[in-house]
């Protein structure tokens, strides 16, 4: 099962759950969180949900344990692209960089540095994508 199978309510009902990080959350709580209509179509998307084994009920509301996310990390509450790390890991060898080894100016090192510079923002740009889906 893919997040791209799902319509697109039934895809804000999977994320709302999921982004509250295993707490139980009711058809009110989703309801109010999405802005729906009413809650019996809060409970219809989190039932679609429940068949296809994405969520399941437990005491206190229902809760998301499947990651269909692809590319994602989640945190605590929030939900973040995997490039991110990839980002950070580019932007940090970029700043070392040009503080530590910037007295070891070579051909070598333009080089890194301009390798660096294009991967942060192959990085940066796909972060950007992702961040901009509705996830």
Do not use: C, W
């Not at 309510?9 to 994320?15: E, G, I, K, L, S």
């Not at 809060?42 to 296809?52: D, N």
Request: net charge positive; glycine share 6%.
């Amino acid at each position: 099962m893919r997040l791209n199978d799902l319509n697109n309510t039934t895809q804000r009902v999977y994320r709302f759950i999921y982004k509250q990080g295993g707490k139980p959350v009711g058809v009110h709580e989703v309801q109010n969180g999405l802005a729906l209509s009413s809650p019996s179509l809060a409970h219809y998307h989190i039932r679609k949900l429940v068949e296809q084994g994405l969520a399941r009920e437990v005491a206190g509301g229902y809760v998301v344990d499947k990651l269909i996310f692809e590319n994602m990390i989640r945190i605590r509450r929030s939900v973040i692209p995997f490039q991110t790390t990839y980002l950070a890991l580019f932007v940090s060898t970029f700043l070392i960089m040009l503080t530590v080894f910037r007295s070891e100016i070579s051909g070598v090192y333009i080089f890194a540095l301009i390798v660096n510079a294009m991967a942060i923002g192959v990085f940066l740009f796909e972060t950007v994508k992702s961040i901009k889906q509705k996830f």
